[in-house]
């Protein structure tokens, strides 16, 4: 006999049991008691509702009789706690060649419930909207997205936007978290000594008129973000993407980073005083130069 499948979490609480809270969802009870996070509990004086996902802690009172804590102030406060408690970078900056302090301004920190690295993004008015969780997949750092949050939000958020200044009138937008680093690191340190970029002082950095954001990947970018171009000349700095071919038709693909950059030109035309993009090579890619080169291979080549 084949063997029954294996029964799913509730999606209410699918965010919490996603950052490591022991939820007993298969007990049958409907109110779910754990340690909280957020106080030194530890006796479970958290409670989660698993058909709503709404929870209060009966120790620290976080989260109000009224509203609860719910999936969005969760990760919020999970992000908080664990970026005031984040010290040491030294291994997550050693892998990705950016500086310590680069992480801690774009947010990286490590979770207070499970110890991984995580990656706030947020939405157009500088809300967390999904805390990224940090895994590997074959030997590299993946990206995993909290699920099955409230959808009055979108799944995805942009990276940087906490650093954003709306005085500034450029914007370069990136592909991807760590290019948006390296660009912003690059920008803020405007000179190489013995190989490496040296942080120069505020005033004389290319950051006094530029913007350095990232969309999570070339397919992804949610209208609602386009506010934030208003008035702004952009810049989309997207990868070095070779044609794909479809599976299905056997047909050519456009390159997938030349064609996000196309799409969002076109979410943020009416909000942008003007909109450039790399373009890579005639054809919209350079064959030269392997399929998935980015701005920050190329600030590595350059150093």
Known sequence: MPEPKKRKPPNAIRPYLFHGLELDWESGEEELSVPCPFCDDEEGHLN?????GMGRCLRCGQGSK????GSYVFIRLLWEKSDKATTDYTDL???KSLFPDTLMRWGACRSTITGEWLLPGYNGLGKITQLYRLGR???KVIMLATPKLDRREYGHGLFGVNLFDKDKSQVFICEGPWDGMALWQAFASHRIEEGKFVASSEESSLLTGANVLAVPGCGTFNKSWA???EGKDVCLVYDNDHPRIDPKT???LPPAGYAGMHRASVM???KASSIKFLKWGEVGYDASLPSGFDVKDLLTVGV
Do not use: H, M, V, Y
Not at 66 to 69: H, R
């Open 48 to 52: 989660i509702n698993q058909k709503t």
């Open 66 to 69: 009224k509203e609860g804590i």
């Open 93 to 95: 900056a050693k892998e």
């Open 137 to 139: 997949k074959d030997g």
């Open 227 to 229: 506010d934030l171009f």
């Open 250 to 252: 056997n047909e050519s």
């Open 268 to 270: 943020i035309a009416e």
